[in-house]
């Protein structure tokens, strides 16, 4: 499993507006900020997102957040697009993935492909 994933950016200041209103739906918070850094999680202890000045990340990355449902997915495009996030692919299901992988793409400020999945079958 994956414990934490790292990118690069070039204004920490936009990338941390950007992911607290992105990653705020999956209750993740900014809960780590240093100089140069900050950690996105659910505890302080052990950030699970992080992004750090000196970017953008090269080639740029493909990063997608699992969503347990896709009311999520729509809420965190819904807040990504909120904040001037460039949209690649807005929520819809994708069977050439799997049956039921509903997902959602955006552009965080520094052009990271930004997707939020959900695996599951639509809730009733």
Avoid at 34 to 57: N, Y
Avoid at 65 to 91: D, H, I, K
Avoid at 93 to 117: K, S, W
Wanted: net charge negative; hydrophobic share 45%; charged share 15%.
């Amino acid at each position: 499993m994956i414990d934490h994933l790292e990118i690069s950016v070039s204004n920490l200041s936009a990338a941390s507006a950007f992911y607290s209103a992105a990653l705020a739906p999956l209750g993740y918070r900014h809960v780590v900020a240093r100089e140069a850094l900050c950690g996105f999680g659910t505890s302080e202890i052990a950030p699970e997102f992080w992004v750090r000045t000196g970017g953008p990340s090269q080639p740029l990355p493909h990063v997608a957040f699992n969503c347990a449902s896709r009311e999520l997915v729509r809420r965190c495009y819904a807040a990504a697009v909120t904040t001037g996030a460039g949209s690649l692919v807005e929520p819809t299901l994708m069977t050439r993935v799997h049956a039921n992988y509903f997902a959602a793409q955006v552009r965080d400020p520094d052009g990271h492909n930004i997707e939020f999945a959900c695996h599951a079958a639509e809730s009733l």
